[in-house]
């Protein structure tokens, strides 16, 4: 129990300073279930009930998100942070698991840095797909050409 709790608050830390203060714990709540590596003893996933949030990646020390981690942070993330909307016709593409291109980005959050997590929106606020920043927010705006997110998970995908 005591490992538990101090897991917990590593998590919810390591989740305010990727995603912003206090998303921690909210992405975090005290029922959630953290399975640790049988190799190393190291935080590996993180569950709601049964669906992983997220699992913390050895190398960076920050969070991978899946779908469902993405929507929990999305909902709360306030102002709204990490994110890139994409044109409607790119929709069908990039929830199947496509990267994003940076000429089908309409809008974005411009403090996005290369590296980082970033959740692919749509039109209507939608969550499309989520994954990882390939150019900056300024970048992604200036380029007309080439990938700006490499996306791990759509939602089309199973």
């Known amino acids: ?13 390591i989740a305010d300073y990727q995603f912003g203060k206090g998303v921690g714990e909210k992405l975090f709540p005290d029922n959630v279930e953290i399975v640790f590596s049988k ?5 590996k996933h993180i569950y709601l009930g049964k669906n992983l949030l997220a ?3 050895p190398l960076t020390g920050l969070f991978t998100l899946t779908m469902d981690g993405a929507k929990r942070i999305f909902e709360i993330m306030q102002p ?14 990039v929830e199947g698991g496509k990267d994003v291109f940076a000429k ?12 980082e997590e970033v959740i692919v929106i749509d ?6 797909a989520v994954g990882r920043a390939l150019l900056s ?4 705006k200036a380029f007309k ?9 759509g939602r089309g995908e199973n």
């Open 104 to 115: 089908y980005i309409v809008d974005l959050d411009e403090e996005i840095r290369p590296g």
């Open 39 to 43: 190799r190393t003893g190291k935080v």
């Open 55 to 57: 699992t913390l990646n």
């Open 1 to 13: 129990m005591f490992e538990k709790r101090i897991a917990l608050e590593k998590i919810r830390k």
């Open 137 to 140: 927010g300024m970048e992604m």
């Open 80 to 93: 709204k942070r990490l994110w890139v909307q994409i044109e409607q016709d790119a929709v069908p593409f």
């Open 145 to 153: 050409r080439g990938v700006a997110v490499k996306v791990r998970r």
């Open 123 to 128: 039109g209507k606020g939608e969550i499309v």
